[in-house]
């Protein structure tokens, strides 16, 4: 169903939960990529995000930093924040132009209505203009808790759909999960992408190491589950939110959990915390795990 893996690594079992990773960064984090580099492994896949107010210049600059450091680029597309069909179509020929990218990464973005054309990533992924600018991979939004806006079966439904559209256009299909704190909650969804016959392979949102408040506004900005219950399992307490908190509880449940039923499926690293701090933990993870 799906094109080959897109990442060398997924042709085998990982050497461990990190084995394979994948990072987001912003266009602001440049400066903070050339000091982590030389802690991330060649071709690792590097997404850079389309935030509300950042330059078109910004966006593509970080993402020719990340492919003149050995890295792998995946630049977001926000559909309702592009303005225009020329905006898209000259983002994504400067991306594969001057950073020779191959894989793209679409969501529909948070604004209620679009700034443009595009309604949700369906419409951009519909638009032939990837796979006519020489793009492979498509990367698309999972989520493990739900949509706020979709039933579950819309959001099965919606999954199902792009994945089918997009090895239909010759491209492969690449599941990105929002972060969780859950991993039991993340397991069980997992299993039913596979058992609906979903084979793309699938990232797992992790956050890096950050402080617990941190943590916290971000979960509530992207509508994640942090129930008492819930972070106790991660490794914070709803009463003491002054220290810091990174994936070790959470990874280490993985590690447990995932099976053969799971189907191909690495982490993807959110660094709330920052990149150095997250390639730091996660060198620090490698060499306890060797």
């Known amino acids: 169903m799906s094109k080959p893996l897109i990442h060398p690594n997924w042709t085998r079992p990982p050497i461990n939960m990190v084995d394979g990773f994948s990072l987001e960064m912003t266009a602001k984090d ?20 389309f935030l509300p107010g950042e330059e078109f210049r910004a966006r593509i600059e970080a993402t020719k930093l990340v492919r003149s450091l050995g890295l792998e680029p995946m630049p977001h597309f926000s559909a309702r924040r ?41 419409e951009l992924i519909a638009s032939g203009t990837f796979e006519r600018m020489g793009i492979t991979a498509i990367g ?17 439904a919606v999954l199902e759909g792009k ?18 704190f859950d991993a039991d909650m993340v397991l069980k969804w997992l299993k039913a992408v596979r058992t609906r016959g979903i084979t793309a392979p699938v990232r797992i949102g992790v956050p890096g190491p950050a402080g617990i408040k941190t943590l916290m506004r971000f979960a509530a900005r992207c ?15 709803i009463s003491q939110l002054l220290g810091s908190a990174g994936p070790d509880k959470l990874i280490a449940a993985f590690e447990r959990g995932l099976g053969p039923e799971h189907g191909p499926a690495r982490l993807h690293f ?18 306890s795990h060797q």
């Not at 990529?33 to 991330?40: E, K, N, Q, T, V």
């Open 30 to 49: 440049v400066t903070s990529l050339r000091a982590a580099a030389p802690g991330i492994p060649k071709d690792t896949p590097i997404a850079v995000t």
């Open 82 to 122: 592009i303005s225009s069909v020329a905006e898209f179509e000259d983002y994504l020929a400067a991306a594969t132009g001057e950073a020779a990218v191959k894989r793209c990464f679409v969501i529909a973005g948070d604004p209620s209505e679009p700034e443009g054309p595009f309604f949700d990533s369906s």
């Open 140 to 156: 698309i939004g999972g989520h493990p808790e739900g949509h706020p806006n979709m039933t579950e079966e819309q959001c099965w």
């Open 163 to 180: 994945c089918a559209e997009i090895d239909r256009r010759g491209m492969a299909p690449l599941i990105v999960t929002q972060f969780a």
């Open 223 to 237: 509508g994640v589950g942090a129930s008492a219950s819930v972070l106790s399992k991660y490794g914070i307490s």
């Open 270 to 287: 959110y660094p709330f915390g920052g990149l150095e701090k997250t390639v730091a933990w996660i060198d620090e993870y490698n060499r």
